[in-house]
């Protein structure tokens, strides 16, 4: 039997030690590399976090513009209706209003479609004395109320150029006809760039300029299209105040609601960071908008064009019934004068002659076909007008609010590198 003295014992121990020590090297090195696989805990936990506010925000903004969202779409799709309802009437007052002055009538009136057409007489008289057919250019009236930045003067005319030093003058008094908060927005000069755009003289006087030799009665069609084409161009004003104010719209709900998820992070570099490419996001969302937007406008006041003849007929003939009944009670108006008040027992007998004129005492209307021109030129306006509005706003839907809800998704994760390995999402979250 062997036995081992002590300090045989002492030198196998000894001999044994560099054995255990390369054991527990070798386990040392295989658990940092085991480590070294593992994510860092609190930089992965601070990416979690943030990856879902942010998801929540996206998600957020797709609700809102979808509707989806119970709280802040009730508030922003009401304003956004608002606006746009706005929009819509701000064009349809600034339609073509019609001067019924002729050489052989006094004083002025003005045929107004911005009012009431139930009672079929709204009339508006002027102490502008009576306009001879030589006193101006075609559409004079209107093309100085047109000052608010460069605008035609006249059919088939030139332009009115700012001047330096040009001050915009006091707003017209016309103006004051129409209330502030039914307009939000959209009170502004350019409602009234319609009201006298049109004269019967004034088309009379076209009818000539453009007439042909040896064709009596001739209806140059230039005529209905300039004058259209001047009643649209104005349409830009207001176009620009709906496309501005959706854009504020939209930007100040989007910026709400990032700061409303990054709140706790609000006084660091990852809200400063997210708010700098949200911004960037939404201008470049604007550029490519408004110029969409602006084609619409390009389109409607390059030239006429409409295949819904049926809407059109309708416009026409309404606008045509409502202008001969003014024109009619003009007419009788003049008849009248040539039967003095000494005719008459009193006031209820004068009123009741008057009733009792027919056509055939007034006669046929001279103006008859310049009554017709400026029906096809107002019936043609709400024909346009309709579908500009109409195709201007469902565009800002689809486009604008689509872009922003597809392309949002994952943005701010995207530009933050959050997910990519190497983010440093511990950094900007600091001060």
């Known amino acids: 039997m062997c036995t081992f003295t002590d300090h045989d014992k002492e030198e196998l121990t000894r001999c044994s030690i560099p054995d255990i020590s390369e054991k527990v090297r070798i386990e040392l090195l295989q658990v940092d590399e085991e480590l070294s696989r593992l994510p860092e805990t ?14 929540k925000f996206s998600q957020s903004a797709k609700d809102l513009l979808d509707g989806n969202s119970v709280s802040q779409n009730n508030r922003f799709h009401l304003q956004w209706t608002t606006l746009y309802g706005q929009f819509q009437k701000a064009t349809e007052v600034m339609r073509p209003g019609c001067v019924f002055t002729t050489p052989f009538d006094m004083p002025k009136v003005v045929i107004n479609l911005d009012e009431s057409d139930d009672d079929g007489a709204s009339r508006h008289s002027s102490s502008t004395a009576t306009k001879r057919p030589n006193d101006s250019s075609p559409n004079d009236s209107f093309m100085k109320r047109q000052r608010l930045q460069t605008t035609p003067t ?12 040009f001050t915009t003058p006091q707003r017209p008094a016309a103006l004051k006809r129409f209330k502030p908060s039914e307009f939000g927005p959209f009170y502004q000069d350019y409602l009234t760039l319609g009201q006298s755009a049109l004269t019967l003289v004034d088309i009379r006087q076209s009818i000539a300029e453009r007439g042909r030799a040896g064709m009596p009665d001739f209806d140059n069609y230039k005529i209905r299209e300039d004058y259209a084409l001047v009643a649209i161009n104005p349409w830009r004003f207001p176009l620009e105040t709906f496309v501005d104010h959706t854009f504020r719209l939209v930007r100040l709900e989007l910026q709400s609601m990032l700061r409303s998820v990054l709140q706790s992070y609000e006084q660091t570099g990852l809200y400063r960071q997210s708010k700098d490419i949200l911004e960037k996001f939404l201008l470049r969302q604007e550029t490519e908008q408004r110029a969409i937007s602006m084609e619409f406008y390009k389109t409607e006041s ?17 606008a045509l019934a409502i202008l001969q009944q003014q024109r009619r009670n003009r007419r009788v108006d003049c008849y009248m004068k040539n039967h003095p008040e000494s005719e008459f027992k009193n006031a209820d007998a004068r009123e009741a002659f008057k009733n009792k004129v027919t056509d055939a005492d007034l006669g046929p209307d001279p103006f008859a076909k310049e009554l017709d021109i400026a029906a096809y030129i107002k019936g043609y306006y709400t024909t346009a007008r309709l579908r500009f509005v109409d195709s201007v706003c469902a565009n800002m839907m689809s486009s604008y609010f689509g872009k922003i809800k597809e392309q949002l998704s994952y943005l701010l994760e995207d530009e933050l590198g959050l997910d990519r390995g190497d983010s440093e999402s511990s950094n900007f979250c600091s001060n």
């Open 42 to 55: 609190p930089n992965d936990k601070v990416q979690h976090i943030v990856r879902q506010r942010l998801m």
């Open 302 to 318: 390059a030239a006429l064009f409409t295949i819904n003849q049926g809407a059109f007929d309708l416009h026409k003939a309404e």
């Open 154 to 165: 006249r059919p088939g005319g030139g332009f009115i150029k700012r001047e330096a030093g």
